[in-house]
């Protein structure tokens, strides 16, 4: 089977980092993204890893390991537009479908 | 460059009746996804068309729910008979090759079953 996990919601101010994890059961593994998604809009693509480390890309990183089944998203330099759903989504084993958690719910305040 | 373009936005149908739902993909791809988020629930994969072909539907209720990726034109996202269950938000992403390569997201069509 296939499961993803993420915290349901979390708070922080402004100017502050959070980090929100996400973890994976796949049968097979063919990467993983992660996406935001501001209510009633589309989910919009931040990152995808799909060998073990840390990808870089101006506010927001994002972390693989494979062996644990662990992916975490880094954003630093929190703004009040960054008040969001995370979404952490896994490439299926056939490499056809993205398999989304739930999504985690950032909320942002000054 | 236009995004992946999706219409009508907001669809309200009566249940029995049908639902189409359509998914222009982003210049130069020609892998299609539909995807349908219930409220307070994840995304959930329904299926992966390139086109004129079906590559994955095994996300798709058995009954009632078609899709097709035409050789001219857009892919089209049919539900007939529509229950109130079928409420939902349903987003079309499209990729330049294969699920590897980054999907993109349309606006989504947010439909209403009376």
């Known amino acids: 089977g296939q499961n993803i996990d993420q915290p349901t919601e979390m708070t922080a101010t402004e100017g502050a980092i959070v980090q929100i994890n996400c973890t994976y059961q796949t049968s097979g593994f063919n990467g993983l993204f992660w996406y935001q998604q501001h209510a009633g809009e589309a989910p919009t693509f931040l990152s995808y890893n799909v060998l073990d480390g840390l990808e870089e890309k101006g506010r927001f990183s994002s972390f693989l390991s494979r062996s644990k089944g662990y992916s975490y998203l880094l954003l630093k330099e929190l703004q009040m537009k960054d008040s969001a759903s995370y979404l952490c989504a896994a490439l299926n084993q056939a490499g056809t479908a993205l398999i989304f958690g739930k999504g985690t719910t950032l909320s942002v305040s000054s | 460059n236009a995004g992946v373009m999706q219409n009508p936005r907001h669809l309200v149908r009566r249940r029995g009746q049908e639902a189409r739902l359509r998914c222009s993909p982003m210049?130069?791809?020609?892998?299609v996804y539909w995807y349908r988020q219930l409220p307070e629930e994840g995304l959930k994969f329904m299926v992966y068309l390139q086109k004129e072909n079906i590559i994955d539907e095994s996300g798709m209720p058995k009954e009632r729910f078609s899709a097709e990726f035409p050789k001219e034109g857009p892919s089209i996202l049919r539900i007939q008979q529509v229950v109130r269950g079928d409420s939902a938000a349903y987003f079309c992403?499209?990729?330049?090759?294969?699920?590897?390569?980054?999907?993109?997201f349309g606006p989504g069509t947010r439909l209403t079953v009376l």
């Open positions: 210049k130069g791809h020609s892998h």
């Open positions: 992403a499209s990729s330049l090759g294969v699920a590897t390569d980054t999907q993109y």
